[in-house]
């Protein structure tokens, strides 16, 4: 047990082992710390699961142990993470974060046993508030889509029976009435091309010539065209009449249908309102969920002072033990430094020293090898060059006793050839050219 609370506090074990019995305790007792949060938190879950989701029990143990090994973790990197510094104001402004995260995470697992603490007024409450919800559904109700149909069902159903009450009547029918707008519009236009035909006919009006004119003629052409169209007109009325008389019964009853079929809309309607009124009563009672319990304490203590003061108290006590954990940690690290802090910035040091020595081996390994190769190439170099000065060296030599091979033959045969003579009487030997 005292290793796994070690291994809680992020401390180095072998360190801890050869530091005296007090350093070990301060350790044990952080990772103690370290366990106590994390329970705590797992307890919380817990209970949240249980009142928000109604899971089962088993299910709320797993869930619960998992959450409460995540804030495990959590906890340990945070303690492990705030180390020694040699200022105090560095200590603050570093640690200040993970307090920061510790107290929302203390928030937030301390709300549930918040809850469970103050079940039974927060029972009270949520009846008070689902008696309110209850009132405002009530109004709500009135403005609901839904429900805004039943004044429209209403008045349908007051049109379609004043419909059937007015009987066999086919002059409202658009049929009829578009016949009759059109019979009585070519009636009007052939009285009025009569009219014209018997002023023409008579002098009084058009070409202002009595008798039969061409003028007249025409006019008598438009006069007969508006008189058949108005025979037609006529007949197309007289149809529409007689096809709406005849489907006026058809229509009728099917009015008496719709108007059953809607007056059975309205009833439904009425009472899906009631069923939705009796359902939302219903949902109200089962709502007493983690939110609903939330809202219920929120309202407890704006009612009660008293109860608000209970409220805030109790809920950073529980979040003090989430940061519990962090602040030991920094209290661990004020003031002079222990035996432990001394022996891991040692161990620090020589781990840095050894990675540097390291990382120095390389780097002369590796420049050694590059010198050694520049090396290894100048010598190639060198030996390139000197060879080639060599081959050349020879090819002058047999190039030189060719020529003077070439000059003595040629003096044996003449010698005259390269006799020339001075300003001074004396001969002064000319040699040939020479090798290119």
Known sequence: MKSTFIWLSGADPDLLAACPYGEQAKYVGLGGAVLTTSVMSAVSCGFALHMAMDLPLALCVVLAIAWGAAIMNLDRWLIAG???????????????????????????????????????????????????????????????????????????????????????????????????????????????????????????????????????????RIADGLRAERAETRASLNRARTTAQGTRAATLERLRNDLATT??????????????????????????????????????????????????????????????????????GAGVPSVYDRLRDRKDEISHDLAVDDMTGRQDLTTHERQALLAAERAAVDAYVAEVADVQREVAHTVMRHWRKEQLDAAHRDPEQFMMPGEDDDDTLVLGPGPG
């Open 263 to 332: 007056r059975a809309a309205l009833r439904d309607a009425t009472e899906a309102k009631a069923v939705a009124q009796r359902e939302f009563g219903a949902s109200e009672e089962r709502n007493d969920g983690l939110l609903a319990r939330m809202n219920a304490l929120g309202r407890l203590g704006d009612k009660d002072l008293t109860m608000g003061l209970a409220h805030l108290v109790l809920i950073l006590f529980l979040a003090a033990f989430e940061v519990l954990p962090v602040v030991f940690k920094i209290l661990l």
């Open 82 to 220: 705030t180390q020694r510094h040699a200022t105090l104001r560095q200590n603050l402004m570093l640690a200040a974060p993970r307090v920061l995260l510790g107290m929302l995470i203390g928030l937030v697992v301390s709300t549930p046993l918040t809850l469970r603490i103050f079940q039974d007024e927060i029972n009270a409450e949520l009846k008070v508030m689902q008696r309110e919800s209850q009132d405002a559904f009530a109004v709500l109700l009135t403005t609901d889509a839904r429900f805004q149909r039943i004044p429209a069902l209403t008045a349908s159903v007051r049109e379609m029976q004043a419909d059937l009450d007015r009987g066999p009547d086919v002059s409202a029918d658009p049929t009829v009435r578009r016949a009759q707008a059109e019979y009585d519009r070519v009636s009007k236009a052939y009285q009025r091309a009569s009219d014209l035909l018997v002023c023409e006919q008579d002098g009084s009006c058009g070409s202002g010539q009595p008798g039969p004119g061409s003028s007249y003629r025409l006019k008598k």
